[in-house]
């Protein structure tokens, strides 16, 4: 089994910054993508942004500039730096990562259990 746990979230004033982090734990071979998704009452699930196993990253319109995810290979981690936040990103925040498992040659696609973030003054 792989889980996704992720941490961080909260609530906010426009203008601040939060730190999200997702860490994929269990019996994992690789992991290629991780990536930050999101989901606003009302709205469809959206990405936010991904990075590659080797460090290329895409971004939302919405957010370049303003957010910077990252990751840590040796802890299966990757983090979410959210600045400038607005009340628009509002929303439950995902984690999301393409893992092979140990006696697997597939990669799977796996989720967080979800992290609200509510920016509001």
């Known amino acids: 089994q792989v889980q996704l746990v992720e941490s961080g979230g909260g609530l906010v004033q426009p203008g601040g910054s939060l730190r999200l982090s997702c860490a994929a734990s269990?019996?994992?071979?690789?992991?290629?993508?991780m990536g930050w998704y999101r989901q606003a009452p009302g709205k469809q699930r959206e990405l936010v942004t991904i990075i590659t196993s080797d460090g290329t990253t895409n971004y939302a319109d919405s957010v370049k500039g303003r957010f910077t995810i990252s990751r840590d290979n040796a802890k299966n981690t990757v983090y979410l730096q959210m600045n400038s936040l607005k009340p628009e990103d509002t929303a439950v925040y995902y984690c999301n990562a393409d893992v092979r498992r140990a006696g697997t040659l597939r990669y799977g696609s796996y989720w967080g259990q979800g992290t609200q973030v509510t920016v509001s003054s």
């Open positions: 269990g019996s994992i071979v690789s992991i290629r993508a």
